[in-house]
T-cell receptor, first 112, second 111 residues
Framework: DADVTQTPRNRITKTGKRIMLECSQT?????MYWYRQDPGLGLRLIYY???????NKGEISDGYSVSRQAQAKFSLSLESAIPNQTALYFC???????????FGSGTRLTVV | DQQVKQNSPSLSVQEGRISILNCDYT??????FLWYKKYPAEGPTFLIS?????DKNEDGRFTVFLNKSAKHLSLHIVPSQPGDSAVYFC??????????FGTGTRLTIIP
């Protein structure tokens, strides 16, 4: 099993729909992150969490919300999806920042 | 404001030759840098890192060089192999909390 599992792998949804992307990890790490990748823009941080009770906004949190259900689970929600949220979404975990991240395989989200 | 910049979106290199990927940063407080490699349909994977107390770190075919005065780092791959074709991201910890990534360079190794 992968250390960081993201579901679904691919999703097409309509504008205005609510959608949840899920992430679970078996690394035992406290820190979890959500990034999105767009062509020419690299990886941008949406939200991050250092433990179950600690949730922080990243650089592009507008239009997104998160839930840290347990140490191992960190979900990203789009409350009302819009086309410019079409992107690749990655979840990652780390023990501490300088140790590097372990990423999931990503969720390709298309909003039509 | 992009604090970590990769100004070359793409690079093509002949197999067996040296690949050099560049990264510039603006924040002089950064003291640790990482390189990630990403294949299509996969998440990025950690490749190599360097602390600001060093100017070079080597791991097999991969070497990262850091020039603090120029706020510049580079990743050298020697010799380049077809399996090195991927997107490479440089990254730096920001405020010891999270990584800020560059925009990535797509490396293509030509057989």
């Amino acid at each position: 099993d992968a250390d960081v599992t993201q579901t679904p792998r691919n999703r097409i949804t309509k504008t205005g729909k609510r959608i949840m992307l899920e992430c679970s990890q078996t690394k035992g790490h406290d820190r979890m992150y959500w990034y999105r990748q767009d062509p020419g823009l690299g990886l941008r941080l949406i939200y991050y969490s250092f433990d179950v009770k600690d949730i922080n906004k990243g650089e592009i949190s507008d239009g997104y919300s998160v839930s840290r259900q347990a140490q191992a689970k960190f979900s990203l929600s789009l409350e009302s999806a819009i086309p410019n949220q079409t992107a690749l979404y990655f979840c990652a975990t780390s023990e501490w920042t300088g140790d590097g991240y372990t990423f999931g395989s990503g969720t390709r989200l298309t909003v039509v | 404001d992009q604090q970590v910049k990769q100004n070359s979106p793409s690079l093509s290199v002949q197999e067996g030759r040296i690949s050099i990927l560049n990264c510039d940063y603006t924040n002089s407080m950064f003291d640790y840098f990482l390189w990630y490699k990403k294949y299509p349909a996969e998440g990025p994977t950690f490749l190599i890192s360097i602390s600001s107390i060093k100017d070079k770190n080597e791991d097999g075919r991969f070497t990262v060089f850091l020039n603090k005065s120029a706020k510049h780092l580079s990743l050298h791959i020697v010799p380049s192999q077809p399996g090195d074709s991927a997107v490479y991201f440089c990254a730096a910890p920001f405020g010891n909390e999270k990584l800020t990534f560059g925009t990535g360079t797509r490396l293509t190794i030509i057989p």
